[in-house]
């Protein structure tokens, strides 16, 4: 199994940018999908995951500001991040919960003020 996870870069305050994890070597239309974020010197946390029939959760501090989304045609699942603040700034990790997890390599996100 392996998730390719791309679109992190830098972006002022007010920005946007789009995530994107590509699963391949498991059926991924079964499995539910999440994206974590890890500040420097802060834990991981959930920011965002979908089930597998679509439904969708968010962290509080993203609420109305992230979109997640997937598509099982392209075994993608993709963050939408709109209004991007300083606080946004982090590795974000894309994770496929299946009979383990298994995590993507990370893709940085910095948000200047």
């Known amino acids: 199994v392996q998730l390719q996870a791309s679109g992190g870069g830098l972006v002022q305050a007010g920005g946007s940018l789009r995530l994107s994890c590509a699963a391949s070597?498991?059926?991924?239309?079964?499995?539910?999908m999440a994206w974590y974020r890890q500040a420097p010197g802060k834990q991981r946390e959930l920011v965002a995951r979908?089930?597998?029939?679509?439904?969708?959760a968010y962290v509080d501090s993203v609420k109305g500001r992230f979109t997640i989304s997937r598509d099982n045609a392209k075994n993608t699942v993709d963050l939408q991040m709109n209004s991007l603040q300083p606080e946004d700034t982090a590795v974000y990790y894309c994770?496929?919960?299946?009979?383990?997890?298994?995590w993507g390599q990370g893709t940085l996100v910095t948000v200047s003020s």
């Open positions: 979908i089930t597998s029939s679509g439904t969708t």
């Open positions: 994770k496929l919960a299946a009979w383990r997890d298994y």
């Open positions: 070597g498991i059926r991924f239309s079964i499995n539910d």
